[in-house]
């Protein structure tokens, strides 16, 4: 494959970046010079790439949801309660079980501390489901559904499992007065934390201000009583230290009061000072634990749990509150009064709601802001790519809202966790392929998955400003030199064009497929192919319109896109490939500005029936297959002849192994095809049959036809089934002499580097073609089948 030449898009990328077109509509069809007219040949135009290394590059590069079903949003926020404050910064008074405590910000006369009512803490042990100890996260078949084990009683004192994050906190609890437990913000920390005091016989509860420093909280101790100190930040300015936390245990002691210290996952804590990370139960234990107390109109919590909408929902990392509200949920469908549609799109609710918190929240500065984006651009992607491309965002953005100051962008800011954390991501490691292999990365993606998703509708239709900076940003994407990057601008173009389809098209897509430049016309196929998986109307009607356009470059993304995507669309993609072939001849040849028409149609003819052909057999539609592969063997003769057969010598090279390796993908529908006489697949091999005598006997193709053949030969070395495979084809294409002829020289002559005779495959196979046929026909005739 030949890559698109790297083309810098305004030096390295940090400085000054050229300047961008007005963000418009491009001039309409046909505006442009005609394909007749006196157009150069420019440096995107020589830019190759063969329509199958597309495809696998889209499919490769895409973030796994693109191509789902969970990935289509709609609808609205989720309407209800929300129970408990889980984390984050909470502006305003903050109403907990009926009494109010206010936090404010003064002198020392102000009081620190408010009292949490034993109700409500009680209300938190009714539904409370404590986690299992490490390495003991599936619970087995003899324990109950809600996660508690079946060794313990629903006592206070023990319903927790030994060596758990809650018995190692209490542990911590009991021995010195003090526990710090750290976790992120979502995960039920705060209710941990009132549990905890509550498992050590705290008489009453009282929440103390967060931004009192570590050593001020010895001061609010109050005898006999249980402290909650929530969203306890530490860092490297204020870090907790071993004297703190040496004090605290003091006057706890003397005063036989408790207190849990609750954290972010990354705290600062200096001297040797002990933390317990905090992890939630499973999302189905979490939701049974809310069941079990809701009204279910008799039907078992089991049951509710087996249903495909909750397994879906539990499927996607989310807050505990939120599991919490979609437990109520599952009870209303329990009693008849909520559908399981709406069950089924709780999921997406909750995410639409998280990211329309960000983008309203203060506490999130723009430079934030920005990395939301990229990371929901990038979900799934190494994070340093993230990083970088998401600074670039910045300043975009920093020059619509503040156009007279510049960027600022903090070298050594916020450490990677803390803004992977803030993101409610998770980094991990895993492999990526390269062009010279595997290469082990640091990803992130959202814990949520259909975050990503939510957060790009939400910032393209619920934010219009930002729009210009985002189209600069994905403009300068689609032009990077890194496929990743290149895909993951397409698809996030995919996703606006899903939530507001003519903007989108007038500002990037039609832009894009207007472009001289390979790498921007490709962006606009690969957005139009991942729009429509997901769920975009009028996709297919868009090539159709495109396939036929008068502006070559139009043409050109539309056939590449059929390449992407027809197999959505097989039939009607396949008409509009052979139309465009017709017209094609009809103009007398390829357009001025596009010299590899005629192949580039044959290209992506042959994805298309790739693709599609496995699709079908893979759900054994036989008879669908039949139909695709057995409309071109009437289209040999005529003006469609060439783009048939070319099509067909693209087919044979695809092989189902990384880089060329593997069995040939066509060679392989042949051989899983039924060779029972009148079947559905004894039709397909006699068509992929009369096709390869077609190309064989092609004065210019069968030059390309020998040399596929020899690397099926080659692919069978080491593949019994290929070989099988390849026993059944040749015989069916030894029709006339000419053609026992002209295989059993390839079969001879076959060669690797080094080798003095033929491989044993090649030999066992010469045997298939060793006399010519009783009554065989000529050459002419052959063709002519």
Not at 175 to 189: D, I, K, N
Not at 213 to 240: K, M, N, Q, W, Y
Not at 674 to 702: E, F
Request: charged fraction near 25%.
């Amino acid at each position: 494959m030949n890559a698109p030449q790297d083309h810098p898009a305004g030096a390295d990328g940090y400085g000054p970046p050229p300047e961008d077109p007005v963000v418009g509509p491009p001039a309409p069809d046909g505006a442009g010079e005609p394909d007749t007219g006196a157009e150069e040949l420019t440096e995107g135009d020589a830019e190759t790439e063969h329509a199958w290394d597309s495809r696998r590059d889209l499919y490769r590069h895409s973030p796994g949801i693109m191509l789902g079903q969970s990935a289509r949003l709609g609808g609205s926020l989720v309407g209800g309660d929300q129970h408990g404050v889980s984390g984050g910064q909470v502006t305003g008074d903050v109403i907990l079980g009926g009494s109010k405590v206010e936090y404010h910000l003064g002198g020392d006369i102000e009081e620190r501390s408010g009292e949490i009512p034993g109700a409500e803490v009680e209300a938190l042990a009714a539904n409370f489901v404590y986690p299992p100890a490490e390495g003991d996260d599936e619970p087995s078949d003899d324990e109950p559904s809600d996660g508690t084990s079946p060794d313990h009683t629903e006592s206070p004192d023990e319903p927790w499992q030994p060596g758990s994050p809650f018995a190692l906190a209490l542990a911590d609890l009991t021995a010195h007065g003090l526990a710090v437990l750290a976790g992120p913000a979502t995960t039920g920390r705060r209710a941990a934390a009132l549990m905890l005091l509550r498992a050590v016989r705290s008489r009453s509860y009282r929440s103390l201000d967060p931004a009192l420093p570590p050593g001020r909280l010895v001061a609010e101790i109050r005898e006999g009583c249980g402290h909650l100190v929530a969203d306890f930040a530490t860092s490297a300015e204020r870090p907790l230290r071993e004297h703190h936390v040496r004090a605290l245990s003091e006057r706890l002691k003397a005063t036989g009061s408790h207190l849990v210290l609750v954290v972010g996952p990354h705290p600062v804590i200096h001297g040797g000072v002990g933390h317990v990370p905090w992890q939630p139960p499973a999302p189905a234990a979490l939701l049974a634990g809310h069941l079990k107390n809701l009204d279910l109109a008799g039907r078992s919590v089991d049951e509710l749990l087996a249903l495909a909408e909750v397994r879906s929902v539990l499927a996607h990392h989310r807050p505990v509150a939120d599991t919490a509200g979609f437990a109520r949920r599952v009870a209303g469908h329990a009693r008849g009064t909520v559908s399981l549609a709406d069950l089924g799109a709780f999921g997406h609710h909750a995410a639409e709601r998280q990211v329309r918190e960000w983008f309203d929240s203060t506490e999130h500065t723009l430079h934030d802001k920005a990395f939301l984006i990229a990371l929901a651009t990038f979900n799934e992607a190494p994070y340093p790519l993230t990083a970088e491309l998401s600074d670039i965002l910045f300043g975009l953005l920093q020059r619509i809202e503040n156009p007279g100051e510049p960027a600022r962008i903090p070298v050594f800011g916020t450490s990677s966790a803390q803004r992977v954390e803030q993101a409610l991501a998770d980094r991990y490691q895993e492999s990526e392929e390269t062009e010279w292999g595997p290469v082990l990365q640091t990803k992130v993606q959202f814990r949520d998955r259909l975050t990503a998703i939510a957060l790009l509708r939400e910032v393209w239709t619920g934010h219009p400003s930002a729009r210009p900076a985002l189209v600069a940003w994905l403009r300068r994407l689609a032009d990077d030199p890194r496929p990743v990057v290149r895909t993951r601008a397409a698809a996030t173009a995919a996703v606006m064009a899903e939530a507001d389809l003519p903007s989108t098209m007038a500002l990037l897509i039609r832009s894009w497929a207007a472009q001289p430049r390979m790498r921007a016309r490709l962006a606009a196929a690969n957005a139009l192919a991942l729009a429509h998986h997901l769920g975009t109307p009028h996709v297919s009607r868009i090539l159709a319109d495109w396939c036929v356009a008068p502006d070559h470059r139009l043409r050109w993304t539309a056939v590449r896109s059929y390449a992407l995507v027809g197999d959505a669309f097989p039939r009607e993609g396949f008409a509009a490939l052979t139309e465009a072939a017709r017209k094609a001849e009809a103009r007398g040849g390829p357009a001025r500005g596009w010299p590899q028409e005629r192949d580039d149609l044959a290209q992506s003819a042959a994805a298309l029936l790739l693709a599609a052909g496995q699709d079908a057999s893979a759900r054994d539609d036989w008879p669908a297959v039949a139909e695709l592969w057995g409309a071109l063997p009437p289209l040999t003769h005529g003006t469609t002849r060439a783009f048939v057969l070319s099509a067909m010598v693209h087919a044979c090279g695809p092989k189902d192994g990384p880089a060329g390796t593997g069995r040939p993908l066509l060679l392989d529908l042949f051989g899983r095809a039924d060779r029972t006489p009148g079947t559905d697949g004894a039709l397909v091999r006699r068509d992929l049959a009369a096709l390869w005598r077609s190309v064989l006997n092609d004065p210019q193709c069968a030059a390309s036809g020998l040399n596929n053949m020899r690397q099926w030969v080659r692919s069978a070395e080491d593949d019994r089934g290929a070989e099988a495979a390849l026993a059944e084809l040749l015989p069916l294409l030894t029709v006339s002499v000419e053609d026992h002829r002209r295989l059993a020289y390839l079969l001879e002559s076959l060669r690797g580097e080094g080798e003095s005779g033929p491989p044993a495959v090649a030999v066992r196979l010469r045997t298939l073609v060793s006399a010519p046929p009783t009554g065989a026909r000529t050459p002419a005739d052959a063709a002519s089948r």
